[in-house]
């Protein structure tokens, strides 16, 4: 599971980034439907605070409550379909269904990358890049600690060879 993906738990109850969670909360009880972003920056505005931190909350927030009520969420971790027969129109697009683009890790809007090889065409999300690069590295890492810790160790024996220590 891509660690960049995963949807963020309940804030502390000590943390001022609540009092975001506790208004789209009850602007969702008020309306009846999931609060919308300008209404909770506006009310957490409003009370003296930050909007950046209204608007970084209130990602959180949906994230958590839509996947609570099972509802259509970008997928964390890149998955498999089976095959499936598109076509391509005549002005040369490609319609992608959406399972494929959940699959991909591809939200609505996303941007994705594309090359062929050997006449087959390969198309990837930022996400799912991001996701297999995260598995490589999970599979090379030797787990000796950390890459930096590493590197640095490496650095200082080089400058103590060259007599620079």
């Known amino acids: 599971m891509s660690i ?53 909350q209130y990602s959180q927030w949906k994230k958590q409550r839509l996947i609570e009520h099972g509802e259509k969420v970008v997928a964390r971790t890149a998955g498999n379909t089976a095959p499936l027969r598109l076509s391509i129109g005549a002005d040369g697009r490609l319609l992608i269904p959406a399972s494929l683009r959940a699959a991909m890790m591809l939200d609505d809007a996303g941007a994705v990358t594309a090359w062929v090889v050997d006449g087959e065409l390969h198309v990837i999300s930022s996400a799912g890049a991001v996701e297999q690069l995260q598995n490589l590295v999970a599979r090379i890492d030797t787990g000796t600690g950390p890459v930096v810790d590493e590197l640095i160790k490496e650095r200082r024996a080089e400058a103590m060879q060259d007599g620079q220590g």
């Open 4 to 56: 960049l993906m995963k949807p963020r738990k309940f804030p502390v109850p000590t943390n001022k980034t609540k009092r975001v969670w506790e208004i789209a909360d009850a602007l969702t009880k008020k309306t009846g439907k999931l609060a919308n972003r300008k209404d909770v920056i506006r009310a957490y505005v409003a009370e003296g605070r930050n909007a950046n931190t209204a608007s970084t």
